[in-house]
């Protein structure tokens, strides 16, 4: 029973739109861009769920549903992941050139209601939910969530990436492997494939532990889910954005979803 319910609140941390909580979560690779011939090209991933970006001070990321989506579209089995006390860390071995795409994603329901007089919690996936309250429950609350943290890195030139359309996905315009400092980036925020209009969007650097100043930079999206960012400065930059108490297609629910992603910016 202990280990049911510690297993259950790691699920909710993990699938818990990041706006209700201070933790931030991210993936940050060792390196953006690479190049060399061979099959001797490789990038060490961290994953965390800190305090201070790319600062591993809280815990590690649960990465159970860690995707690594070559250029090809293939996909490819992380190597040497570790889970330490701070961080989990993985490696992927970069044998196409083009850009990978490496996704954490994850998602369930949760439920509050009420029988006999006692009030009742439950957690579980969409599939599960249709049999999962009981007969004669009262003052039914269901809600659904959806988790993404992800980045990017590319090996010779960079290749278009394709779109999820499910849950809450950046569409970049301008290739998030060809950002520079003062330059004008383009993206598009997207919810199930459309425009996602009228969110605000978080854009914070890595290494705020040194400053006085977080740095954040605050836009909202356009009426076509877009937005453009210029980066004061290069180094790893994080993204993110919310939405939450959406109509969801599980009646009587309502449904949440969170996007965070991490870009490197050169000078």
């Given amino acids: ?11 909710a941390a993990a699938s818990m739109p990041l706006a209700a909580h201070a933790h931030r979560q991210w993936i940050e690779p060792s390196s953006t861009v690479l190049s060399g011939t061979g099959d001797d090209v490789w990038v060490t991933f961290d994953a965390a769920v800190s305090n201070t970006l790319f600062h591993a001070d809280h815990q590690p990321m649960r990465i159970d549903g860690l995707i690594v989506t070559a250029p090809d579209g293939s996909s490819v089995a992380p190597q040497n992941v570790t889970r330490g006390r701070y961080r989990s860390t993985f490696d992927v071995q970069l044998t196409q050139n083009g850009t990978y795409r490496i996704v954490n994603a994850s998602s369930g329901m949760n439920a509050r209601y009420e029988l006999n007089g006692e009030n009742r919690n439950w957690r579980g996936t969409a599939a599960e939910f249709a049999t999962a309250i009981p007969a004669g429950a009262t003052n039914v609350r269901v809600s659904e969530n959806a988790n993404r943290v992800e980045t990017f890195v590319t ?5 278009p990436i394709a779109q999820v359309n499910a849950g809450l996905e950046i569409a970049p315009v301008t290739h998030p492997n060809d950002l520079v400092a003062n330059e004008a980036a383009q993206f598009r925020l997207l919810l199930d494939g459309r425009p996602a209009a009228n969110i605000e969007v978080t854009i914070a650097p890595g290494n705020a532990r040194y400053r006085n100043e977080t740095g954040e930079i605050k836009v909202t999206t356009n009426a076509q889910g877009a937005f453009s960012v210029t980066f004061p400065t290069p180094g790893m930059w994080w993204v993110n ?12 629910a309502t449904r949440s979803a969170n996007y965070s992603g991490v870009l490197e910016v050169l000078p």
């Avoid at 202990?2 to 699920?11: E, G, M």
């Avoid at 090996?155 to 290749?159: D, F, N, Q």
Wanted: net charge positive; proline share 7%; charged share 20%.
């Fill in 1 to 11: 029973m202990k280990k049911t319910l510690l297993a259950l609140a790691a699920f």
């Fill in 241 to 252: 954005a919310s939405v939450r108490d959406l109509p969801s297609q599980i009646r009587g």
């Fill in 155 to 159: 090996r010779g030139a960079p290749t």
